[in-house]
């Protein structure tokens, strides 16, 4: 089976690069599934999972947003910030969960509000995610 590259980048770090068979993100316009010889695309990514196919292992990673580029023996993601599945705390993520629950009960101005909003989305993936494996 043919496979391609695929690295996760965030500002910080190389999060993962491994050689795969499928890779399965959450664009804003809906859910991709990408196999080798893809047709090449950019495309902006929702606050989801990535699912990563590779030798009959499937590796989860969860990615708060960014771009994704296909070309045809490779995939960029360029996240905003990116965890492997195994890496997230889930104490830690429960509290950023709090943390927004929180914000978001409070009466609060539009952009205050959206902040919350998306910290709520990057606690709930990064928990979605962990629970996965």
């Known amino acids: 089976m043919s496979t391609f590259l695929v690295e996760i980048v965030t500002p910080e770090r190389k999060v993962y690069?491994?050689?795969?068979?499928?890779?399965?993100?959450?664009?804003?316009?809906?859910?991709?599934?990408?196999?080798?010889?893809?047709?090449?695309?950019?495309?902006?990514l929702r606050i989801a999972p990535?699912?990563?196919?590779r030798?009959?292992?499937v590796d989860i990673v969860a990615v708060n947003g960014g771009f994704i580029e296909v070309r045809k023996d490779k995939i960029v993601i360029l996240a905003e910030s990116a965890e492997l599945a195994?890496?997230?705390?889930?104490?830690?993520?429960?509290?950023?969960?709090?943390?927004?629950?929180?914000?978001?009960?409070?009466?609060?101005d539009e952009v205050d509000f959206?902040?919350?909003?998306?910290?709520?989305q990057r606690a709930m993936n990064r928990l979605n995610v962990r629970q996965k494996i």
């Open 17 to 44: 690069q491994e050689t795969a068979n499928m890779v399965s993100v959450t664009g804003v316009e809906g859910e991709l599934g990408i196999l080798p010889n893809h047709i090449p695309l950019v495309t902006p």
């Open 50 to 53: 990535v699912t990563i196919k």
């Open 55 to 57: 030798d009959g292992k």
């Open 86 to 108: 195994q890496d997230i705390n889930i104490e830690r993520a429960e509290a950023a969960k709090q943390r927004a629950q929180q914000r978001l009960a409070a009466k609060q």
């Open 114 to 120: 959206r902040r919350a909003e998306m910290a709520m």
